[in-house]
């Protein structure tokens, strides 16, 4: 612990090019304001305060992490709210919940807006990290209720506050609570909100899956190579040794991810030629080199990229660092830490760019980081990495810490938040009751937050004997819809007749099935059972922005249940495929600067061939050591197997924040632990379903090229038009053909600005929640 006895007394001098030049600081008002600038500053470290350096980790001169800041997370889960106050005009309200630090005051997540209801159901999970410093500034968790407005700020509904120590006391064991709102400003608000929140700590490594904890990119039979040793990292203490040797548990996949960005090394844009003066004539260039190699390489010169780096996590941006300009050794040692629901699954992708004036921040490289490829013989890595399919080149250094976390999630919540929904086959049996005739009815399936839909005719329905009604055959599979934000969204499928009009309109939606995609289970592919639903009065919208679970049960409703009427039953045929994909392209491309931005990094790694098994769980062998056959026997379950199967609840006696307690029992076999039952809710005072029903099997291939069996010599000419489209997009990536000039990239740099000006009127008359936005350095 450092402090200062008293303020410095500072002298500076500031001569600006020349020595002839007066002192800047000797001027009226500089010096003073100057001055008084540093003794603001410098007061932060003046007795009583002080600052905290950790003197031996600066002594090291290690510059790596061997561990996470956050000891522990909070998952929550947001159930529903009751009888807030009406707001709005039309005697409603328009409530979303934002989840904050009480003191922070920083949206951490954001619920969906559900438009006119005073009763809304949202039922969704966020996880928060805690670190030493939530702790120590007595942070509370708190839930803060939203009315949102098209024009004007949005209104505070009511504050759910919830003491984080206590939750840290009780480790493990998650509590249901429904608990009247506050208001800061007013003594008493009407209603009420229900949730589940729970502390789960870090776990420690386990002894029984230590390996030699030699790199994995170093092949096996030469590992043993002296030239091959590598320094030994330097631990502080024993749970960081064993960090380094020890894998994470394949028992516990969810935990918290520490992704470090150190330097680059090298970095530069390709020239291709670009470097010679294009007035000289191609006899004059006769004998010469065709490109310059890099002998003479400088720190900083004329040409060098100011480049910076974005990180994405499961496809979503979540870091970017400043801008390092001119230099082709940018020093960047900035990161960050976030919740990874399964890292066996899990990506990270750094984005290296070239920040430029007056057009599109080019990119000069990526590089595709899979956890399960990387931690096979420890929890923490550093390498340099090769920048590819890019502008330019150079090796990034990148640090990667995954620490694991007590709690077992359910497996549908293990999922990705961007994907592919592919729905296969689709039928409909109706109750014994209903005379309705589906069989004229084109169906529409649409999923909530992403706006995509697909329609199948009514000419592919056919009727079976058992009554039931069956659209899109195996020959003729319903397309895949995009979805982003999958855990906040929901896919509809509405009943429409399309033969029958009253007047010059149609009758409308017959009925609708809702199902939620927080219900489903990543490269799953299954039938799923879901109701299907006639409203009496002809409103559904209640219905499509209220969860409603699988087995149709609306008991967790509190008006309108008695409007709905469940006529039939829905057996759906569908896979969610995790990851951007090619059906996002219109999502991303008109959806501002972040998003083409992003759709242009994933074309490169799909151009590449570096995502070849994004979302797959990885295979590693748990009885490997790594290399030198040194590894103590351990019986854990296979990886890959089902985490959702009974066993004892992990014990939360014992305190895995202590060094010399690092080792954790290798026989607990975890259960589902962050869920309570409904019945278990604590009232505080004021103050899926499969179904064999369908009997054909759609093929799990998108089938977005028509004419990728047809032969070579069948081409079309719309399919050669497609050819020389796709050829141009590559040369105009690389910056060749005609946006290899200057004027022309300028030209596009304007065009995606007025799209960008266009895009944002659009957002500014619609309604939007406080979410968080991208983590930056600065």
Not at 84 to 107: E, Q
Not at 191 to 210: D, M, W
Not at 249 to 275: A, F, M, N, T, Y
Request: glycine residues 8%; hydrophobic residues 35%; proline residues 5%.
């Amino acid at each position: 612990m450092v402090t200062l006895l008293g303020l410095p007394r500072i002298t500076i001098s500031v001569i600006a090019l020349s020595p002839i030049l007066p002192n800047v600081m000797n001027l009226p008002f500089i010096s003073g304001f100057v001055s008084s600038s540093i003794d603001t500053a410098v007061a932060e470290y003046v007795a009583p305060k002080s600052i905290t350096l950790d003197l031996q980790r600066l002594i090291s001169g290690d510059d790596i992490k061997k561990d996470t800041d956050a000891i522990g997370v909070l998952v929550v889960h947001m159930h529903r709210a009751k009888g807030v106050k009406a707001m709005d005009a039309n005697g409603s309200s328009d409530p979303y919940v934002t989840l904050t630090y009480s003191r922070l005051g920083k949206p951490l997540y954001s619920t969906r807006i559900i438009k006119a209801d005073c009763n809304p159901n949202f039922e969704e999970t966020a996880i928060v990290l805690v670190d030493l410093n939530t702790i120590r500034l007595r942070e509370k968790l708190s839930f803060q209720l939203w009315d949102s407005d098209r024009m004007t700020v949005d209104d505070l509904l009511g504050v759910v506050e919830v003491d984080i120590i206590d939750l840290t006391r009780h480790s493990t064991k998650p509590q249901r609570r429904s608990t009247p709102l506050s208001h800061p400003h007013t003594k008493r608000v009407p209603g009420s909100f229900e949730y589940t929140v729970g502390y789960y700590g870090k776990r420690a490594p386990s002894s029984c899956l230590r390996t030699s904890g030699i790199d994995p990119g170093i092949p096996e039979d030469m590992a043993k190579r002296s030239e091959f040793q590598n320094a030994k990292d330097i631990a502080m203490n024993d749970l960081e040794a064993a960090v380094l040797v020890t894998p994470p548990d394949p028992e516990w996949p969810s935990g918290v991810l520490s992704v470090q960005l150190h330097e680059i090394r090298g970095l530069g844009v390709k020239k291709e030629g670009r470097e010679r003066n294009v007035m000289k004539s191609v006899k004059s260039r006769e004998g010469e080199k065709g490109q310059d190699d890099d002998g003479d390489e400088r720190e900083e010169a004329e040409g060098l990229p100011s480049s910076y780096c974005t990180i994405s996590l499961n496809d979503e941006l979540v870091y970017q660092t400043r801008v390092k300009p001119i230099t082709s050794t940018p020093i960047f040692n900035a990161g960050t830490e976030r919740f990874v629901r399964d890292w066996r699954k899990a990506h990270v992708s750094v984005t290296v760019k070239d920040s430029r004036m007056r057009e599109k921040d080019a990119i000069l490289g990526v590089v595709m980081l899979k956890l399960s490829d990387l931690l096979v013989n420890a929890s923490q890595i550093t390498r340099l990495y090769s920048i590819e399919d890019g502008l330019g080149y150079g090796r990034i250094r990148v640090s990667l810490v995954f620490r694991p976390v007590e709690a077992k999630l359910p497996p549908s919540l293990l999922g990705f938040d961007t994907g592919t929904l592919n729905v296969h086959d689709l039928a409909v049996k109706l109750n014994g009751q209903q005379d309705m005739d589906l069989t004229k009815c084109q169906v529409r399936l649409k999923t909530t937050k992403s706006g995509a839909d697909e329609k199948v005719s009514r000419e592919v329905c056919h009727k079976r004997e058992d009554g039931t009604v069956v659209w899109a055959s195996e020959e003729e599979n319903i397309k895949g819809l995009p979805v982003r934000v999958r855990y906040s969204s929901a896919l509809l499928l509405s009943f429409k007749d399309t033969s029958s009009t009253v007047g010059l309109r149609r009758t409308g939606k017959k009925a609708l099935a809702v199902l939620w995609l927080r219900d489903i289970v990543d490269n799953d592919e299954q039938t799923i059972e879901i109701p299907l639903w006639h409203v009496r009065d002809g409103d559904y919208s209640r219905l499509k922005m209220n969860y409603s679970p699988p087995d149709g049960d609306l008991s967790a409703w509190d008006q309108d249940k008695e409007k709905m009427v469940r006529v039939g039953s829905v057996w759906i045929h569908l896979a969610f495929v995790p990851g951007l994909g090619d059906l996002h392209h219109d999502m991303m491309d008109g959806g501002g600067s972040k998003r083409k931005e992003a759709w242009e990094a994933y074309t490169r790694e799909r151009e590449g061939g570096l995502r070849d098994s994004i979302g797959e769980t990885g295979q590693v062998d748990q009885d490997s050591d790594g290399g030198d056959g040194n590894s103590r026997p351990c019986h854990v379950k296979a990886r890959g197997s089902d985490p959702d199967k009974a066993g004892d609840p992990p014990s939360n006696t014992s305190d895995h924040n202590q060094e010399d307690d690092w080792e954790a029992p290798a026989h607990e076999k975890p259960s589902m632990n962050t869920m309570v039952s409904s019945e278990a809710v604590e009232n505080e005072p004021i103050g899926r379903h499969s179904s064999s029903t369908l009997g054909g099997v759609g093929s799990g291939e998108d089938a977005t090229d028509d004419t990728q069996h047809e032969g070579e010599g069948h081409r079309g000419v719309i399919q050669k038009l497609k050819d020389w489209k796709h050829h141009e997009q590559e040369l105009h990536r690389e910056h060749r053909g005609v946006m290899q000039m200057k004027p022309a990239r300028t030209a596009e740099w304007v065009k995606d600005n007025v799209e960008e000006g266009v895009h944002s009127i659009k957002d500014r008359f619609s309604m939007k929640t406080q979410k968080p936005g991208v983590e930056t350095e600065v």
